[in-house]
């Protein structure tokens, strides 16, 4: 059979694993950790991302090549390339990569994002400040995650001791958008263009990780439909292969694009429990070649993360009706990290 490579080795590259297992793929695994939650895949790599010997025996290794983690180094993906396929292709990467490259992205497609404005040294400020307005939300432009590399600015002054946290990385300040509720859409377009979309998430954050998302989200169908528009707009622009996640704002204007990662998405795990296609599976049958799955839903569901000491709950759980466990094998419940998630099936669709 043909071997998929696949650059991360966390829970979502061993739940990708799953599914393509399940297709009767072979996986590789290429991750610079010990002990990674991948470690269900037929094989793997410890290296790191910079490494080009061993992403090029990777490469030989592997038919096609995807990825979990979106920061691989723009040399890592030529050497990836001379070799192999890789999907979603690097524009897709490089777009995402970077909230600067990112947001022009969007706001060139004619979305609706937050005003933003980059910020390479604390001179920059006032003139980025001008045109996001306060209260605006200082971000590392790279490497970002979990509201990580984030500092908030209320007015003007506060704005030095802000970018200051950032430690001298390249920022970008975006306007405080006022929103009423936080959604997801994961979208997915195969070899062929063809695309397929799933009902939009609604998302709860604490502590700036995902805590719950709810589907259905509590939205007028206008704004589900636009939702899906808005993601398909994305998928084609990029003539993008796999499944992407798009999160965005509910605000009385509309929707506002807030990021937009070129993977499988924490917001979409969902879907294990209300399609019969699931987003995991959608992403191999995308890169692969396959048909996609339709996207419909046959269940109402809300998924919850298990995070840090929260895997403690995972049993009791489990003991509860219509309840899906997902446990990712990670040793550590160290605060913050996410170690599991359940699917609470809340009623027919
Ligand atoms: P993820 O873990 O989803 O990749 P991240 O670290 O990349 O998150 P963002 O999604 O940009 O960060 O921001 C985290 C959260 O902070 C958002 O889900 C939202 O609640 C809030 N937020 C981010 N940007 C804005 C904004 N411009 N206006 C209002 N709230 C925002
Ligand atoms: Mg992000
Ligand atoms: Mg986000």
Redesign the pocket.
């Known amino acids: 059979g043909s071997t998929i490579g696949i650059l991360g080795g966390g829970q979502l590259g061993r739940m990708l694993s799953m599914a393509a297992a399940r297709l009767g793929y072979r996986c590789h695994i290429y991750e610079p950790g010990a002990a990674p939650a991948a470690d269900v895949a037929h094989a793997r790599t410890q290296a790191p991302y910079e490494d080009l010997d061993a992403l090029r025996r990777f490469a030989e290794s592997c038919d096609l090549i995807t990825y979990e983690f979106e920061n691989i180094p723009a040399a890592s993906l030529d050497v990836l390339a001379e070799t192999t396929p890789l999907f979603p292709d690097r524009r897709a990467l490089e777009v995402s990569q970077d909230?600067l490259t990112e947001k022009t992205f969007l706001a060139g497609l004619g979305l609706a994002t937050?005003p933003f404005a980059p910020i390479d040294t604390p001179d920059d400020l006032p003139a980025a400040l001008a045109a996001t307005g306060t209260p605006a939300?200082l971000?590392t432009r790279r490497f970002?995650?979990?509201?990580?590399?984030?500092a908030r600015v209320m007015t003007p002054e506060d704005a030095p001791a802000a970018l200051a946290t950032l430690q001298g990385a390249p920022a970008i300040a975006?306007?405080?958008?006022?929103?009423s509720r936080?959604i997801s859409v994961i979208a997915a377009r195969g070899r062929d263009g063809s695309v397929a979309a799933y009902d939009p998430g609604e998302?709860v954050?604490v502590d700036?990780?995902?805590s719950t998302t709810t589907v259905p989200a509590a939205l007028p169908l206008k704004l589900r439909t636009d939702a899906v528009l808005v993601a398909s707009r994305i998928l084609t622009a990029l003539d993008y292969t796999g499944v992407m996640g798009v999160?965005l704002?509910v605000t009385p204007q509309g929707l506002v694009v807030?990021?937009i990662?070129p993977r499988v998405h924490?917001s979409g795990h969902w879907t294990q429990a209300g399609c019969a296609v699931d987003q995991f599976e959608q992403h191999i049958r995308a890169i692969a070649g396959w048909p996609l799955g339709n996207g419909a839903r046959h269940a109402n569901v809300v998924m919850e993360n298990l995070i840090g000491a929260d895997v403690a709950r995972a049993v009791p759980l489990a003991a509860e009706p219509g309840v899906q466990v997902h446990l990712y094998g990670k040793a550590q419940a160290r605060p913050g990290r996410k170690m599991g998630h359940v699917n609470r099936v809340t009623g027919p669709a």
């Open positions: 909230r937050a939300i971000k970002g995650y979990d509201g990580k590399g984030q975006e306007g405080f958008v006022r929103f936080e998302n954050h700036g990780i995902l999160e704002f807030n990021e990662a924490n």
